[in-house]
């Protein structure tokens, strides 16, 4: 328990570093997800957030898995976050295949992905909502208060660093924040596809990749995957040495 608080805090410690002038909002949104499948008995985690035409986009994503059963939950408007969403409410669901019938598609999918159970969370603040927290496990079972207390908490951080941090200290406006972040996973994504190819490696292992590189030469993560995606840096360089063509 104590070893458990002691992650805790460190993880809200981490995230309220992150909210520092021109802080990274890449960094922030992969922080979240990561830290909530360290902390919470759950197999993934992804985020989406609400684009400037008000519709939800993936955002974040712990593993490859969780990011196209996202993608394929928005694109058929079907599915827990979609629901949170829409309804600004957690929606916790213990068990997909007695949801079959709600989510038909939707449950089919999350079981091919090797998923059992997911527990959505809107990201809100007041009665502004900007997106869901989405957690995924491998075999059914509830989330307990506690953690479903402390997902919500590590979403409300992220949401207050989203909405209070850029928006009012640089004037920003929330839509112009919000696509910002958009934009930016659009181009991780184009790099994470470059280090894929170049080194053989899986889309999470290019990302870990990209992440330890920007972490470790303190670049914002959206910056290395602009001047990887734009032929602007090797990707050669941002690989680990075993994966390098000699």
């Given at each position: 328990m104590a070893d458990r608080e002691r992650q805790v805090?460190?993880?809200?410690?981490?995230?309220?570093?992150t909210l520092v002038d021109d802080f990274d909002v890449a960094e922030l949104l992969h922080t979240l997800v990561r830290s909530c499948v360290n902390l919470l008995d759950v197999a993934a985690a992804g985020l989406t957030l609400v684009d400037e035409r008000g519709s939800l986009q993936v955002l974040a994503s712990s593993t490859e898995q969780a990011r196209l059963l996202e993608l394929f939950q928005l694109g058929i408007d079907e599915g827990p976050c979609v629901e949170c969403f829409a309804t600004r409410a957690p929606v916790l669901v213990a068990d997909l295949a007695e949801e079959s019938a709600r989510w038909p598609r939707f449950a089919a999918e999350a079981s091919r992905q090797g998923f059992a159970s997911v527990h959505a969370l809107p990201m809100r603040l007041r009665k502004q909502i900007v997106g869901a927290l989405n957690l995924f496990g491998e075999r059914p079972g509830e989330l307990g208060a506690d953690d479903v207390d402390l997902a919500q908490g590590l979403a409300d951080t992220a949401t207050i660093g989203i909405l209070q941090e850029r928006a009012v200290r640089h004037g920003e406006t929330l839509s112009e924040q919000l696509q910002t972040a958009l934009n930016s996973r659009v181009t991780i994504e184009q790099a994470k596809g470059v280090l894929a190819v170049t080194g053989g490696l899986g889309m999470d292992g290019a990302f870990t990749a990209l992440r330890g590189y920007?972490?470790?030469?303190?670049?914002?993560?959206?910056?290395v995957a602009r001047a990887i995606a734009e032929r602007d840096l090797d990707p050669a360089l941002v690989l680990p040495r075993r994966n390098r063509t000699p």
């Open positions: 805090t460190r993880t809200f410690v981490a995230l309220a570093d920007a972490r470790s030469h303190n670049l914002m993560l959206g910056d």
